[in-house]
């Protein structure tokens, strides 16, 4: 089964030790539900870091990336209630991407996903779609262990529209960032097949000057409608 829908909201998040138990407590009864019951929203999964940063990972499935920056969306946002206020007050790490899906090779639910992210040349945006839809995904899920991939681009008006509407506080998106997810049945060989594949000296011919940030997640919590 394919992803649900052509837009996704990415978040990693951190928190201090102490904070932890109320973070998942948090996610796993409120935030994730009333996500998903958001019109265009269809399915929610949240992640803990096995190896790499930041510790955990959420993903939110919705029809379009624009479902992202509705005028309900964020007055949502600018109106947290008081329990998101109080974890969101407590986050050392924040990092949201809102994407629209380039390619979905995705297949039912892993127990462990791995995510490469990187900043390539605009100018080289065609190449790298061709490369990941022709030969770089499919090659991934072909490795044992390995069950779904898919590549998303960051679109920057999405990304940007909390700031405009002041009702989110972080820093403005200037990069056209891109995420590689690998699922997997386990964390060991679905990490190992993004390390194995996506390296700098491959991505650079696409324009990308920085290695790739990759982390290997496990499963915590999903739901879906």
């Not at 920085?210 to 919590?221: M, S």
Request: include cysteine; charged fraction near 25%.
């Amino acid at each position: 089964m394919a992803l649900f829908g052509k837009g996704m909201l990415i978040v990693f998040t951190e928190v201090k030790a102490r904070d932890e138990r109320d973070l998942n407590e948090w996610y796993n009864r409120e935030h994730i539900d009333e996500r998903v019951n958001l019109p265009g929203f269809h399915r929610a999964r949240r992640y803990v870091a096995v190896r790499g940063s930041p510790k955990y990972l959420a993903t939110y499935e919705c029809d379009t990336v624009d479902d992202l920056a509705t005028p309900d969306y964020l007055h949502l946002l600018a109106n947290q209630t008081s329990w998101s206020q109080a974890v969101m007050a407590r986050f050392t790490h924040f990092h949201r991407l809102t994407l629209r899906l380039q390619v979905d090779l995705t297949h039912g639910v892993g127990g462990a996903i791995a995510s490469v992210r990187f900043v390539p040349d605009p100018r080289r945006r065609r190449a790298l779609v061709a490369w990941l839809q022709q030969t770089a995904l499919p090659r991934a899920i072909t490795r044992p262990g390995l069950l779904g991939a898919a590549a998303l681009e960051n679109d920057l008006e999405i990304a940007n529209a909390p700031l405009q509407e002041k009702s989110m506080d972080h820093p403005k998106a200037d990069e056209v960032e891109w995420i590689v997810l690998l699922e997997g049945a386990d964390a060991a060989s679905t990490g190992a097949a993004a390390r194995s594949l996506f390296k700098i000296s491959t991505l650079k011919q696409f324009g990308v000057v920085v290695a790739p940030t990759i982390g290997t997640y496990r499963l915590l919590f999903g739901n879906q409608r």
